[in-house]
C-alpha cells in the first residue's frame, strides 16, 4: 500500500464546477509536489511545497489553486477546468525541503492519483 | 536542459524471460530513479541510484554516471511486472528538478 494517499480516486466536474484534490502523508516528508500525467506520457511538474512553502509553479494557470494546510497535507483546488485538464493528478512526497540547495536527493514517493475528467 | 532518452519504448515478453531497459541522458546528475507505473496508475519508485548498483529481488539497477546511462534488469519476468517504467534524473545545477523519459512500455504474456 501507497504511504501517500489520495482523495478521491476518480472526479467527474463539470467546466463551471469547484472541487478540490487532496493529498495525505505521514512520513514526515519535507517536501510535497503534484504532477499532472495524460495518457502515454511521463507525469509533469505543477508545483512544490517545500516546508509547507510554495517553492515552485510551473506556470500552471490559475485554475490549479495548491494549498498546503500543514506538513502532512497538500490540497489542490480546481475551477472552471476545460476538457483538455482531464489527466490522471498525482501527488508525491519526499524527505528532502526543496531550495536552499536542497533537491529531491531521496526517493519520490507518489500517492495512487485522482482520475479527472471534465466534461 | 537535461534531456532523458529511454529505450525501448515498447517491449513484449514471455513470463520467465529476462529483459534490459536503458536510461540514456544528456548531462551530469545528482538523482536518479526508475519507477514503474501498472495498468492502474501506481506509480512505485523502484531504485534511487545515483551511481552504482543496487538489487531488489529480481530487479536490479546499475548506473554509470560517468558514461550517462543507467539500466534496469528485470529477470524471470511476470505478468505483474507490466506497465511502463520511468527513468527520472536531475542536476542540482539545472533547477534540481526531475526530468522523466517517455517510458519504457513493458507488456508480460504468460
Known amino acids: 500500500d501507497t504511504e501517500v494517499t489520495q482523495t478521491p480516486k476518480h472526479l467527474v466536474m463539470g467546466m463551471t464546477n469547484k472541487k478540490s484534490l487532496k493529498c495525505e502523508q505521514h512520513?514526515?516528508?519535507?517536501?510535497m509536489y503534484w504532477y499532472k500525467q495524460k495518457a502515454k506520457k511521463p507525469p509533469e511538474l505543477m508545483f512544490v511545497y517545500s516546508y509547507e512553502k510554495l517553492s515552485i509553479n510551473e506556470s500552471v494557470p490559475s485554475r490549479f489553486s495548491p494549498e498546503c494546510p500543514n506538513s502532512s497535507l497538500l490540497n489542490l483546488h480546481l475551477h472552471a477546468l476545460q476538457p483538455e485538464d482531464s489527466a490522471l493528478y498525482l501527488c508525491?512526497?519526499?524527505?528532502?525541503?526543496w531550495g536552499q540547495g536542497w533537491t529531491t536527493r531521496s526517493p519520490l514517493h507518489f500517492g495512487n492519483g485522482t482520475r479527472l475528467t471534465v466534461t | 536542459g537535461i534531456q532523458v532518452e529511454q529505450s525501448p519504448p515498447d517491449l513484449i515478453l514471455q513470463e520467465g524471460a529476462n529483459s534490459t531497459l536503458r536510461c540514456n541522458f544528456s548531462d551530469s546528475v545528482n538523482n536518479l530513479q526508475w519507477f514503474h507505473q501498472n495498468p492502474w496508475g501506481q506509480l512505485i519508485n523502484l531504485f534511487y541510484?545515483?551511481?552504482g548498483t543496487k538489487q531488489n529481488g529480481r530487479l536490479s539497477a546499475t548506473t554509470v554516471a560517468t558514461e550517462r546511462y543507467s539500466l534496469l534488469y528485470i529477470s524471470s519476468s511476470q505478468t505483474t511486472d507490466s506497465g511502463v517504467y520511468f527513468c527520472a534524473v536531475e542536476n542540482y545545477n539545472q533547477g534540481g528538478k526531475l526530468i522523466f523519459g517517455q517510458g519504457t512500455e513493458l507488456s508480460v504474456k504468460p
Open positions: 508525491a512526497s519526499s524527505q528532502d525541503p
Open positions: 512520513m514526515g516528508h519535507r517536501a
Open positions: 541510484i545515483p551511481s
